[in-house]
T-cell receptor, first 113, second 111 residues
Framework: NAGVTQTPKFQVLKTGQSMTLQCAQD?????MYWYRQDPGMGLRLIYY???????DKGEVPNGYNVSRLNKREFSLRLESAAPSQTSVYFC????????????FGPGTRLTVT | GEDVEQSLFLSVREGDSSVINCTYT??????LYWYKQEPGAGLQLLTY?????DMKQDQRLTVLLNKKDKHLSLRIADTQTGDSAIYFC???????????FGAGTQVVVTP
């Protein structure tokens, strides 16, 4: 049982390049989330998917797009990377209503030069 | 502004108790959580408390909730070096479970 997996673990991009961060969970969870973590700012929600087929903006969606490919997978795309997007990105998932524990992936450390 | 606030740093001697504090602003919060993040890793849920509870104890961890003051605390008894980490307070605000995290408290345990 792998839980939440993310790829890649590290990535360096040049300004203007694009990339997709992949996330998958094997816990049959309905809800999935993308966060970014910056020093002194905690976790900020970028996008979330309450259930398969739905996605919604979080606190800091600008510059990102997401796809809920199926129940297991939720990807985050940077179309034109900017230095301000240098951060650690975490994917998380949680089960349906009634219990809201989130399970986190190990994170992707992204540097944009 | 930030809706969940925590102090940024706590230093504690090994064997002492640690108390990490958190304040939140949304009185409609349903669940309040404490997460632990070790270096280079994701967040791991330590414990959570329903908003209709005042206290929850789980082995070395004690969570206290003061709803009137919107104050949440986490006490770690007999703190060990393995407790050195960043601790995040979080709340979920509505029925489907959207989360708001604090900035995290860096806990350093010294011998």
């Amino acid at each position: 049982n792998a839980g939440v997996t993310q790829t890649p673990k590290f990535q360096v991009l040049k300004t203007g390049q694009s990339m997709t961060l992949q996330c998958a969970q094997d816990m049959n969870h309905n809800s999935m989330y993308w966060y970014r973590q910056d020093p002194g700012m905690g976790l900020r929600l970028i996008y979330y998917s309450a259930s398969e087929g739905t996605t919604d903006k979080g606190e800091v969606p600008n510059g990102y797009n997401v796809s809920r490919l199926n129940k297991r997978e939720f990807s985050l795309r940077l179309e034109s990377a900017a230095p301000s997007q240098t951060s650690v990105y975490f994917c998380a998932s949680s089960a349906d209503r009634g219990r809201y524990e989130q399970y986190f992936g190990p994170g992707t450390r992204l540097t944009v030069t | 502004g930030e809706d969940v606030e925590q102090s940024l740093f706590l230093s504690v001697r090994e064997g002492d108790s640690s108390v990490i504090n958190c304040t939140y602003t949304d009185s409609s919060s349903t669940y309040l959580y404490w997460y632990k993040q070790e270096p280079g890793a994701g967040l791991q849920l330590l414990t959570y408390i329903f908003s209709n509870m005042d206290m929850k104890q789980d082995q070395r961890l004690t969570v206290l909730l003061n709803k009137k003051d919107k104050h949440l605390s986490l006490r770690i008894a007999d703190t060990q070096t393995g407790d050195s980490a960043i601790y995040f307070c979080a709340e979920s605000r509505n029925s489907w479970g959207k989360f708001q995290f604090g900035a995290g408290t860096q806990v350093v345990v010294t011998p």
